[in-house]
Each structure stands twice: as structure tokens, then as C-alpha cells.
């Protein structure tokens, strides 16, 4: 066991520089709970346009050199923060031509595939010029898939790197990186590299596939996601490979994620309307949320959702039960953007009945922890979920979730059960409408009892912290560390 592990974390989004999801709020608490358990982890991520200068303030110049792609030579300038979050370093990767587009996406552009390969380039070659010799690179998602290649095969002939571990981390395993095979050479790699043992993937080519394949291992955010996606149900055309790397070589990690609980605290966060930390409290936080969105202030349950308006989330089954739904003496607050299809049904529903739909078809942080505390329950029928964070800012408040048993969600909520008065949510388990509703229902029955106040405690009382899961990533370094 090494004594004092070094880690760089290299991702492309770390809140509140950069979030599109899940990925951001993971590269920023994970690090910060690290750091407290002595762990010397640095965080990495490109310096997008669009990061507000005022969180930039204290960031210094620290050096400048080229990385080749292919017959490219693009400069990476780097920036740091010494102090950032709990004493955790953060470094960004200046690069104009790449990074500072006038789109606010940090996807979708069309040289997302060199765009990515020089970030994660200049991430690993970055060691050499800040003095810092990590013993694990630990790369997140596709855009980063090509940094275990990279280091395998190209950096770990250098001294230097020779001793540096890989590790993977899938968050999201439906986004795969693919690309056409013409772009292996703007990514700095050769055809050789175009087989299917290797990144060839149904005829294209993938940097996840990349990432889960020359990783010294793999890791994904929860527990019963590890097992799903190595399932054909679940694994995107990459049960194959992660069936081997976890079953057969034992090198595929599920570590279900906390959340940082000093930042979401209803008994000291700035942005809800009363801070609490009983039901009595929690209820002035609904009435001001019913009187803020026009709707009728009474004791009716609030059902809540925080959420992309997407069919992973569960809006096919939730666009079947609405008219059940609504026929029953709730209200639904929805908070988010995403398909049209939905987001048409949700402004159907709130102009046909303001008195029980507040649709609110935009993004606001603050309001969305209005949402996760004025709430009563909380809807998440996923689709899939590989990790999922409403469903625990949603417990933290107090707000009772109403989910699907897979990933995350199974790893976390546990159905409540009123002989022995444990339990934190409602689940149910087949991709159905009728399930759904069954939950719904379940929940509904026991709103009215005094085995609610019993639940909302249970909820509020949990620990959401990333305690556990910053040890359980210990561990799993050391053993990353210390494999062959």
C-alpha cells in the first residue's frame, strides 16, 4: 500500500466552472471529500469561454507548451488555483481555437474528437511542467476515453510516466464517443488502432470504448449500475467488453457517489425560503413555493420532478398516467427543458389545469431548490440511471422519492416499509405505467398517516455525504496502484 497517493482528475466539467450533469457536480465533490481524507488529488478541465471571469480572479499563469496531433501542433496554456474548494488544486487548460467557441455547449461540435484529444493530451503532458508525478490518472467519460491509450502507448515509454496507473470512470454509458474512422489520425493515432478488439465499434470509432478497454480499470457510479451494464439490457453494445473486464478480470469498480452536504443544507442553504431541519419548517417552504407558482396553498402532496424532459427519465410512462395523475388530489411541479414532445405535453397540462400543473420549462438553480425543499415527493421513473442526484437532493430536503429500482436509484432509496418504519421512498421495479402508479399510490396512501412524518425523518436523517464513497475510492485507488 503506498502511503500517500497522488491523483489527477481529469474531466470536462467541474461545477460551477462547467456542468451539463452529473459529471460536473462528481468532479468537484469528489475531490473536495478526498482532500480531507489527506489525499493529494488535482483536478483538471479546459477553460471554456463561457466560465464567468469572476471565478477565474485568483487564477495564475503557470506555464505554456505544444501539443502534437497528428502533424498539429495546437499551444495548451495553463492556469491554476491553489486553493480551490477544500484546499484542492484545479488547473485549465487555455486553448482558444478549441475552447473558446461563441456556443455555450461544450458539446457538439464537429471537432469534438481533437478538440477532446488535445485537452487530454495536454492534462497528462501538463505533469511534467507543474512537477506533479501522479501515481493514477483517473479520466472521466468519453471525451477523456483516449488518456489510458495515450498514456499506455505513447507516454509510459518515458520515464517519467512509467509507473502511472489509468483509471476509467463511465458515467453515462449511452454517450460513446463515436466517430468516423477517418478521425483516428486527428486524434494523434494510427489505423492500426481500427479493429474490433481494439476502438472499432459497429464501423466507427469510440473513445469510450478506448477508455474501458486500455484502462488499468474501470469504474462507474453506483453499484447496481456496474452489474446492469454488464447486462445486454443495459450495456449499449459494451456488455462484451465490460463482462470481461469485471467478471473475468475483476477490474470493474461500482462506487455509488454522495453529494456535498455543506453545499446542499436546508438548515443553512441561502437559496431555499426558510432553513430547517423538521417537517413544521419544511411546510412554510411549500407554501411560499405555492404562492411563488400560483398555485392553490392547501395540504395537497406536492409531487415534484427536477429533470431533463427526456425519455431516459421516464416520460413515456409519465405522459400515459397524467390524466390518472392529475385526477387525484395532487399537485405537479416540473422544473427543466428537453424534448419538444414533452415539454408541448407539460404546457398542455399547465394551461388546461393551473391549479394542479406548474410546468416551468427552463433552467433555475434557485428555484430548483425551492422545488427539492418546499416538495412532498419526488418523481424519478428513469429509464436508466447510472448514479442520479435529485433523487438524493431530494432526500436531503426532506422530499420523498418516487423511483425505478435500477442503478443508483436501487443503491439509494429504499422502500419504505410501515411495520418497521424504515425506508426513505417508494420504488417500483418493470419500465411500466402501471407500475408507476402503483408507486404513486403508495406513497399517496401513507401521505395522510402519521407514517409520514416517520418517512420525512428517515429521509432527512440519512447520510448523503460522500464519507463512504470517498473511502470505498481509496481503496480502489490503492488496489489500482498496486495491480500488475
Request: proline share 3%.
Amino acid at each position: 500500500m503506498k502511503e500517500s497517493l497522488k491523483i489527477l482528475l481529469v474531466s470536462t466539467e467541474v461545477n460551477p466552472y462547467s456542468k451539463s450533469g452529473g459529471l460536473g457536480d462528481v468532479a468537484a465533490s469528489l475531490p473536495k471529500a478526498l482532500r480531507k481524507k489527506s489525499i493529494d488529488i488535482r483536478v483538471v478541465l479546459p477553460l471554456y469561454k463561457s466560465i464567468p471571469q469572476n471565478l477565474l480572479e485568483n487564477a495564475r499563469e503557470v506555464c505554456s507548451f505544444n501539443v502534437q496531433l497528428a502533424w498539429r501542433h495546437q499551444t495548451a496554456t495553463i492556469f491554476a488555483m491553489d486553493e480551490y474548494g477544500d484546499g484542492v488544486s484545479i488547473y485549465f487548460i487555455k486553448n482558444d481555437y478549441y475552447f473558446t467557441r461563441d456556443s455555450h455547449s461544450y458539446y457538439g461540435h464537429n471537432d469534438d474528437y481533437e478538440r477532446f484529444s488535445f485537452f487530454t493530451k495536454a492534462a497528462i503532458e501538463m505533469l511534467t511542467h507543474i512537477d506533479f508525478q501522479a501515481d493514477i490518472l483517473h479520466f472521466n467519460d468519453w471525451h477523456t476515453g483516449l488518456g489510458p491509450t495515450f498514456l499506455r502507448d505513447i507516454y509510459r515509454q518515458f520515464t517519467y510516466y512509467a509507473n502511472m496507473k489509468s483509471l476509467f470512470t463511465i458515467h453515462n454509458l449511452n454517450y460513446q464517443g463515436i466517430f468516423g474512422r477517418e478521425v483516428l489520425g486527428d486524434m494523434g493515432l494510427n489505423d492500426g488502432y481500427f479493429t474490433s478488439g481494439d476502438l472499432e465499434f459497429h464501423g466507427k470509432v469510440s473513445t469510450l470504448k478506448a477508455g474501458i478497454l486500455h484502462a488499468d480499470a474501470v469504474s462507474t457510479v453506483s453499484q447496481t449500475y456496474a452489474q446492469e451494464i454488464q447486462t445486454s439490457a443495459y450495456g449499449y453494445g459494451m456488455e462484451g467488453i465490460l463482462h470481461k473486464r469485471g467478471a473475468l478480470e475483476g477490474k470493474l469498480y461500482g462506487i455509488t457517489n454522495g453529494i456535498d452536504t455543506t453545499e446542499y443544507n436546508p438548515e443553512t442553504d441561502p437559496r431555499i425560503y426558510v432553513n430547517f431541519n423538521n417537517r413544521e419548517k419544511k411546510r412554510e417552504n411549500k407554501r411560499r413555493l405555492q404562492a411563488d407558482l400560483g398555485l392553490p396553498i392547501s395540504d395537497v402532496p406536492i409531487i415534484s420532478m427536477v429533470t431533463r424532459l427526456a425519455e431516459q427519465k421516464g416520460f413515456d410512462i409519465i405522459s400515459i398516467i397524467m390524466d390518472e395523475l392529475i385526477s387525484l388530489d395532487i399537485q405537479l411541479v416540473v422544473l427543466g427543458t428537453g424534448e419538444g414532445r414533452y415539454e408541448n405535453m407539460l404546457r398542455h397540462y399547465g394551461v388546461w389545469y393551473p391549479d394542479k400543473v406548474s410546468a416551468n420549462l427552463a433552467f433555475d438553480a434557485t428555484l430548483a431548490q425551492r422545488i427539492y425543499a418546499g416538495s412532498d415527493m419526488f418523481l424519478m421513473p428513469s429509464v436508466y440511471e447510472p448514479y442520479g442526484l435529485g433523487q438524493l437532493f431530494a432526500m436531503r430536503y426532506g422530499t420523498i422519492p418516487i423511483v425505478r429500482k435500477t442503478g443508483g436509484l436501487s443503491d439509494t432509496v429504499k422502500h419504505f416499509d410501515a411495520v418497521s418504519g424504515t425506508g426513505n421512498g417508494f420504488l417500483f421495479e418493470h419500465y411500466v405505467a402501471s407500475g408507476l402508479m402503483w408507486a404513486i399510490r403508495e406513497a399517496l396512501n401513507v401521505y395522510h398517516t402519521p407514517d409520514w412524518d416517520v418517512i420525512v425523518e428517515n429521509a432527512l436523517s440519512g447520510d448523503y455525504s460522500w464519507n463512504q464513497a470517498a473511502d470505498a475510492y481509496i481503496d480502489m485507488y490503492q488496489e489500482v496502484f498496486s495491480r500488475e
